[in-house]
Every structure is written in structure tokens, then in C-alpha cells.
């Protein structure tokens, strides 16, 4: 089994859950769910933030032109159906059924095309980025479905590679840096430290770092924080088996 890790940065008017995301730097939507046959997509999306936030979420799987997943840039006549499962102050979980159309694209659908059945998906939206974690049994043609992809996408989102690797790695380094982040999430995080983005008080802001390395704010601000995410997750996993060890003498 291989594992396929990649983002799809949204540009504005592409995308109503991006910009809707994008408008609350907070809210993130994350997949608990996600299957997907030849005619139809189905999934079930937890998402976070303030009530604000959540009410714009749901705004805009409920009304938008043309389902959320569907890379087409127009209605292209699919059938959409997406409940509202349960709601709280800060949480809010969406069901949604697509049946597509000759006319619809999306992720999981090129996938299968080109990865063959039994693909896994993982998904989590923040701001303008969507992140796509695929496991899929490796005999297909990765080169072809990127291909097929990125000619679905056009010019509504850049895509960014983040990992590919054997499942039985997947859990370790991601690329062979030292640190086992993806390269543009290293460029970032060396880039914040060396111009004093981290020291107290911040020697530049993050507009002033995004403008430096030449990246939207919205890039810079996603890759760090995966980045954070990553050493944080990393350091906790190291002092577990520091303590384990420890016990076991």
C-alpha cells in the first residue's frame, strides 16, 4: 500500500467552502467519512469554529451552485444532497451525497480512474488549502492521475505535493529532510526562525514573511502551521518513548 499526501491551494471565486474558510482563519473541516463509487460520492465532514464561522460553513454547503468536491468551475447539473447531522457551539458535522454528472470531477473520482478501487481518503480544509491524504494499493499510475488532475483543476488551485511514500514508512520521515517535512513546509519554518518570527517580540509578522519569500499570506500561514504540528507531534511521540523506556528498566 502506498500513501499520497498533496494540497490543493483554492484561488479566490473557485471554491465556496475556501473563501468561506479563508474569511475565518480559525475554522477547519476535516473528513470522518469519505467513499465514492463510479456514479456517486458520499461523506460525512466535521467541522470547528465560532458559531459565526459554522453558520457561514453551513451557508455554503447548503447553497452553493454546484457540490463542494466538484473540481468544475460551474453547476454541471449533479444532484447534491447534504444534512445537517449534529450541531453545537463550536462543532458542526455535514452528510453529504453527490451523483454526478458526465460533466463532474472531483479528487476521489480521478483517483479511482487511475489508483483503481479501494483508494482511502483522508481530507482536511483550512483557509485556502485543502489537503487530500489518499492510501491506495500502489499498482496504479500516480503519474497520470496528477496529470488528469491538475487538468481538472486549471487555474482554479495550485497543487502542492506534501508526500508519497510505503505505508510501512508513512509514519516516519516524509522526504528525507531532517526534520521529515515536506520541503516547502522546511523552506517556511527555517525561513520564520531566521528572520525572527518566532522571538519575543516577533521581529517580523507573518504579511512581512509571506512578502520576503514571495508566497500569499494564506501559503505561508498553512505551511508553518503544519509545520508546528508536525515537530510538535514529533517531539510528544519521542518523550512517550523516552518515559516507556524509562518504566521498563
Known sequence: MRELVFALEYEPGCNRVADTLADYSDARVRSLSLHATAERLWRVDHATGTPEALDAIEDAFLTGDYYADCL????????????????????????????????????????????????????????????????????????????????????????????????????????????GLPPAQEAALQAAVEHGYYESPREVDVGELAEHLDVPRSTLTYRLRRAEEHLAKQHVAGERVTEERLVSR
Not at 154 to 166: F, S, V
Open 72 to 179: 468544475a468551475t460551474e453547476d454541471c447539473g449533479a444532484t447534491q444532497t447534504t444534512r445537517i447531522l449534529d450541531r453545537a457551539d463550536e462543532t458542526l458535522i455535514l452528510y453529504s451525497d453527490w451523483e454526478r454528472t458526465p460533466a463532474c470531477a472531483s479528487v476521489p473520482h480521478i483517483a479511482r480512474d487511475h489508483l483503481g478501487d479501494g483508494v482511502l481518503f483522508d481530507t482536511r480544509h483550512e483557509g485556502r488549502h485543502y489537503t487530500w491524504r489518499l492510501i491506495h494499493p500502489g499498482e496504479g499510475d500516480v503519474a497520470a492521475f496528477f496529470d488528469a488532475l491538475e487538468a481538472a483543476v486549471g487555474e482554479c488551485a495550485q497543487m502542492e505535493m506534501l508526500r508519497t511514500a510505503d505505508t510501512t514508512t508513512a509514519a516516519g520521515r516524509s522526504d528525507g529532510t531532517p526534520s
